[in-house]
T-cell receptor, first 117, second 111 residues
Framework: GAVVSQHPSWVICKSGTSVKIECRSL??????MFWYRQFPKQSLMLMAT?????????EQGVEKDKFLINHASLTLSTLTVTSAHPEDSSFYIC?????????????FGPGTRLTVT | SQQGEEDPQALSIQEGENATMNCSYK?????LQWYRQNSGRGLVHLIL?????REKHSGRLRVTLDTSKKSSSLLITASRAADTASYFC???????????FGQGTRLTINP
């Protein structure tokens, strides 16, 4: 149980275009999901907290107009990188907590590697 | 901002040896968690220790927590090649859902 998937697993896009990444909780409903980015050999940096049915909460320094988050259902959150630039190339990972378990651990998706050319 | 600092940043040992990784944090916590990340993959939850616990075991893993020093350690006993990965500690502030990750330790187990 508590499986989180991401799609796509990797994507290459041209500078200036937009790309959408999906995060799904497969066997549980997640009212809250989290989006992280990770640069090579570095730690995870929280970008935003995605709340079902309401606006996402962005971390300081993260441009909300550039990284659009939509959490339209209890099992799906999407991150859209708009007008992508090469510096947006990174590994994007989502996670969710399973409210049934009553614990603090988060379940992570396998990540999406974005390369902007 | 990153809350946790991990030590060492990289560790290379022989298979069968024990590996110890340390994590320090800055603010009060509800709990501290350890995660493993294989290269280019997502994170896998290993173990959670609550702020009122001092030690916890799970298989070959042993975690300690010293809230007075704001530090934790992860011990992997009898290491295996499959333990090669990056290990991260993560904390959540009291009442907060989000996790703040440490810098991570890259562990290499040599056969």
């Amino acid at each position: 149980g508590a499986v989180v998937s991401q799609h796509p697993s990797w994507v290459i896009c041209k500078s200036g275009t937009s790309v959408k990444i999906e995060c799904r909780s497969l066997d549980f409903q997640a009212t809250t999901m989290f989006w992280y980015r990770q640069f090579p050999k570095q730690s995870l940096m929280l970008m935003a907290t995605s709340n079902e049915g309401s606006k996402a909460t962005y971390e300081q320094g993260v441009e909300k107009d550039k990284f659009l988050i939509n959490h339209a259902s209890l099992t799906l959150s999407t991150l859209t990188v708009t007008s992508a630039h090469p510096e947006d190339s990174s590994f994007y990972i989502c996670s969710a907590r399973d409210p049934r378990r009553g614990s603090y651990e988060q379940y992570f998706g396998p990540g999406t590697r974005l390369t902007v050319t | 901002s990153q809350q946790g600092e991990e030590d060492p940043q990289a560790l290379s040992i022989q298979e069968g040896e024990n590996a110890t990784m340390n994590c320090s944090y800055k603010t009060s916590i509800n709990n501290l968690q350890w995660y493993r990340q294989n290269s280019g993959r997502g994170l896998v939850h290993l173990i959670l220790i609550r702020s009122n616990e001092r030690e916890k075991h799970s298989g070959r893993l042993r975690v300690t927590l010293d809230t007075s020093k704001k530090s934790s350690s992860l011990l992997i006993t009898a290491s295996r090649a499959a333990d090669t990965a990056s290990y991260f500690c993560a904390t959540d502030g009291q009442g907060a859902q989000k996790l703040v990750f440490g810098q991570g330790t890259r562990l290499t187990i040599n056969p």
